[in-house]
């Protein structure tokens, strides 16, 4: 049983940075990959980034240039740094763990909020 536990989201300003952590409770060597996606009031959930164990990476092209995933492999967390916020980044985001290609589990939920 994993379990996916996001923290950092808060109500930032346009332009403005944030940090979102996403603890896992088992070794994350053991998941093929980790990933964060946004869901919006309204919209489809989609991708924003992920990183495989190997240390793939990929990014959704709204967010290049200005996020970043990256792992701590010790402390078992993904995180997800967030830079130049736009009102557009305004999402719910969510921890995903691919445990096999059929098999994913899901955090929580984080709040992210743009806005002046």
């Known amino acids: 049983q994993v379990q996916l536990v996001e923290s950092g989201g808060d109500l930032v300003q346009p332009g403005g940075s944030l940090k979102l952590s996403c603890a896992c409770s088992i070794n994350i060597f053991s998941i093929v990959a980790m990933g964060w996606y946004r869901q919006a009031p309204g919209k489809q959930r989609e991708l924003v980034a992920r990183i495989s164990t190997g240390g793939s990476i990929n990014y959704a092209d709204s967010v290049k240039g200005r996020f970043t995933i990256s792992r701590d492999n010790a402390k078992n967390t993904v995180y997800l740094q967030m830079n130049s916020l736009k009102p557009e980044d305004t999402a719910v985001y969510y921890c995903?763990?691919?445990?096999?290609?059929?098999?994913?589990?899901w955090g929580q939920g984080t709040q992210v909020t743009v806005s002046s």
């Open positions: 995903r763990a691919d445990r096999t290609v059929f098999s994913f589990v």
